[in-house]
């Protein structure tokens, strides 16, 4: 038995590959950060030389970032590269330009990154069609591919497009800028650290019917906590230029903390509006735990004066900068607040109980410098009916089991084929039919009955509507019975048995097993006319992991089902270097991965490196690592089929 396992360390060790531009300083000063470079950028051009011509869309965003200038600046959150599946240290990244479609959705056809790169394993010697070497490399979490030269690393959705840049930057293939010189144009507008440039018709701004050629969004770091700001908007047309346009678009700017007042400046169809973002207010802002995590009264007695409502978390927030809505509507800070200058974690607002209703929804929002936060509750959102469903008469009976007082006229009941959804940007389904049986207002004992409603369907309790998100209480049909597996790995024997209720009985040809969505070679109807509690059928030859569904009627509504596979008692040796099989099932150590947890990383430990044949009552594979948190026995790649944990 081999004495030190194959160990994987997940992550990979990483090859170095050095990327950098001629010239390019590692890191910019504090006295380069606030110099004026003149127009254009210099710092860039050898990325954008990078950008292919085929990645052109009528509508995409250009993005260019100098890192080792932004770090200059004490941001709240540090600006990141963005790299995909490709593991890549942040600090490494010097520059990054990057090509964001948004024609039908968003997709990122290519990245072009520069600085001191590492990129894990061992990349394979490609060559282009025409001719230029790069190192590929590739991961197994994403279809992203990577070029690698001695100057760039190149990422993309596919490796034409990583030709397609190699080509563009040697001078042999068209480049994005010279196919859409407005690029060109919006980059060389602004001296910057940092440009988001934007075309096509998703600029995202209050300028209405206005056509928009381009928006350039250009950052530069002024010193640790100040970055200057300027939106340049280019219109199609100067008369769209007006001084409510120009007020609307200084809103948009409403986002971020200001050192003053920002400047504006128009240009017959230019609008440019330029700010100085105050980063030690946004860090204030980001430190400060706004007022949230809402607690409403458990106990809710509609006889009482006022709801209260506690505050979970938050540091001392003035009111004056709170606001609280309830169901989307502001309400009374004369109320709300009970009196309260400041609120924080502990503290409690309050509602007036006549305007408390069932499913109530409630906001409260902190406006800060760093933007706004806000946190919600919803009040009596759920309430305890008691459902009876008569599977041969196909109806339900509801039972109202709570305390509080409904108004019977605002309650709904809702059947729909299958459970349904919240859609918060769709079309929600339709309720097959619904009913309002209630007239008065309910009180403990009150009971409502519905007809034609059959397994598989959901029942929704609705208040004042018949959608998902106006329920109060709901219910899923199930068919009659429920269904238990035992699983023999020797064997590969499956049993399934029927259990029901009050002795009832059922026709056997009603329930059908399937094995992977097909009919299995045995069912109930081979064996019995009718089925009653401890009904089972035996089905051999069941591979561990196979789909196991229990299906009834017509209309295959589903009973239950499992995924059989094979069991193992696992428990940590005294000095917990190694891990002991102690019960279970006996299995091949070829099919067998030992995954395992530390403090710092995860380590995978094939079986059969240290284990002949089977892992089998007894056995034992050390585990060479320190701080270890638990580990998982895989069986096949996918099956957990053993856990011990050192906690």
Same mark, same amino acid.
């Given at each position: 038995m081999p004495q030190c396992p194959r160990r994987t360390l997940l992550g990979g060790i990483g090859t170095t590959i050095t990327v950098a531009l001629a010239g390019n300083a590692a890191t910019a000063t504090d006295d380069d950060a606030s110099t004026d470079r003149g127009s254009g950028t210099p710092s860039f051009e050898a990325l954008l030389e990078a950008l292919p011509a085929s990645v052109a869309t009528d509508s995409m965003v250009v993005t260019a970032i100098d890192f080792d200038r932004r770090r200059n600046a004490n941001e709240p959150h540090d600006p990141r590269p963005n790299t995909g599946s490709f593991r890549i240290d942040p600090a490494s990244v010097s520059k990054q330009v990057t090509v964001l479609e948004t024609d039908d959705g968003y997709s990122r056809p290519v990245s072009v990154l520069t600085g001191d790169i590492q990129l894990a394993g061992d990349g394979d010697r490609r060559e282009t069609d025409d001719g230029l070497a790069y190192d590929r490399y590739e991961t197994d979490d994403s279809e992203l591919v990577a070029g690698v030269t001695d100057s760039l690393v190149v990422i993309a959705e596919d490796e034409a497009t990583i030709g397609d840049a190699l080509a563009a930057k040697a001078g042999d293939g068209e480049r994005l800028l010279e196919a859409e010189p407005v690029i060109e144009d919006a980059l060389e507008s602004h001296s910057a650290d940092s440009y988001v440039v934007q075309i096509g018709d998703e600029?995202?701004?209050?300028?209405?019917?206005?056509?928009? *050629?381009?928006?350039?969004?250009?950052?530069?770091?002024?010193?640790?906590?100040?970055?200057?700001?300027?939106?340049?908007?280019?219109?199609?047309?100067?008369?769209?230029?007006?001084?409510?346009?120009?007020?609307?678009?200084?809103?948009?700017?409403?986002?971020?903390?200001?050192?003053?007042?920002?400047?504006?400046?128009?240009?017959?169809?230019?609008?440019?509006?330029?700010?100085?973002?105050?980063?030690?207010?946004?860090?204030?802002?980001?430190?400060?735990?706004?007022?949230?995590?809402?607690?409403?009264?458990?106990?809710?007695?509609?006889?009482?004066?006022?709801?209260?409502?506690?505050?979970?978390?938050?540091?001392?927030?003035?009111?004056?900068?709170?606001?609280? *809505?309830?169901?989307?509507?502001?309400?009374?800070?004369?109320?709300?607040?009970?009196?309260?200058?400041?609120?924080?974690?502990?503290?409690?607002?309050?509602?007036?109980?006549?305007?408390?209703?069932?499913?109530?929804?409630?906001?409260?929002?902190?406006?800060?410098?760093?933007?706004?936060?806000?946190?919600?509750?919803?009040?009596?959102?759920?309430?305890?009916?008691?459902?009876?469903?008569?599977?041969?008469? *196909?109806?339900?009976?509801? *039972?109202?089991?709570?305390?509080?007082?409904?108004?019977?006229d605002s309650v709904s009941l809702a059947v729909y084929e299958d459970r349904p959804t919240y859609r918060p940007n769709g079309d929600s389904p339709e309720p097959r039919t619904t009913a309002q049986p209630w007239t008065r207002t309910l009180s403990a004992g009150d009971e409502a009955t519905l007809e034609n409603v059959t397994p598989g369907e959901t029942v929704l309790v609705c208040w004042e509507g018949t959608s998902q998100q106006d329920s109060i209480a709901y219910h899923q049909i199930r068919p009659p019975g429920v269904v238990s597996f035992d699983y023999e790995y020797d064997s590969r024997t499956l049993s399934a048995t029927l259990e029901f209720e009050d002795g009832d009985e059922r026709p056997a040809d009603a329930y059908e097993l399937l094995l992977d969505d097909e009919p299995a070679a045995t069912q109930w109807a081979d064996e019995y006319e009718t089925v009653t509690s401890g009904a089972t059928i035996d089905l051999e030859d069941v591979s561990a992991g196979t789909d196991v569904t229990v299906v009834w009627g017509d209309d295959d509504v589903r009973v239950g089902g499992t995924r059989p596979r094979p069991s193992v008692d696992l428990a940590f040796t005294d000095d917990e270097t190694a891990v002991e099989h102690v019960g279970g099932d006996s299995l091949p150590a070829s099919d067998l991965t030992a995954r395992v947890w530390t403090d710092d990383e995860r380590i995978e430990i094939d079986l059969d490196e240290e284990i002949d044949g089977e892992f089998t009552d007894g056995d034992t594979f050390a585990v060479d690592a320190d701080d270890v948190r638990h580990v998982t026995l895989v069986y096949d790649q996918e099956h957990h089929v053993g856990f011990v944990s050192s906690e």
């Open positions: 600029s995202g701004l209050s300028a209405d019917d206005a056509d928009v *050629e381009y928006v350039v969004r250009a950052m530069t770091v002024r010193d640790p906590d100040t970055i200057e700001v300027a939106h340049e908007i280019v219109f199609e047309d100067a008369a769209d230029v007006t001084d409510e346009l120009v007020e609307r678009l200084t809103g948009d700017l409403a986002y971020m903390a200001t050192k003053g007042e920002p400047t504006v400046e128009t240009d017959g169809a230019v609008v440019t509006i330029t700010a100085e973002r105050d980063l030690a207010a946004e860090r204030a802002a980001r430190n400060h735990e706004s007022p949230g995590f809402l607690r409403p009264e458990r106990d809710v007695d509609p006889d009482d004066d006022v709801l209260e409502i506690e505050i979970g978390r938050g540091d001392p927030t003035p009111v004056e900068d709170l606001s609280l *809505e309830v169901d989307d509507e502001e309400y009374d800070r004369e109320i709300w607040a009970d009196g309260h200058g400041t609120l924080e974690e502990g503290d409690t607002i309050v509602i007036d109980m006549d305007d408390v209703e069932p499913n109530l929804s409630v906001t409260i929002r902190h406006d800060h410098e760093a933007g706004g936060s806000a946190s919600s509750t919803t009040i009596l959102g759920h309430f305890h009916f008691d459902f009876a469903y008569d599977a041969d008469a *196909e109806t339900l009976t509801l *039972e109202y089991a709570d305390d509080f007082p409904l108004e019977g």
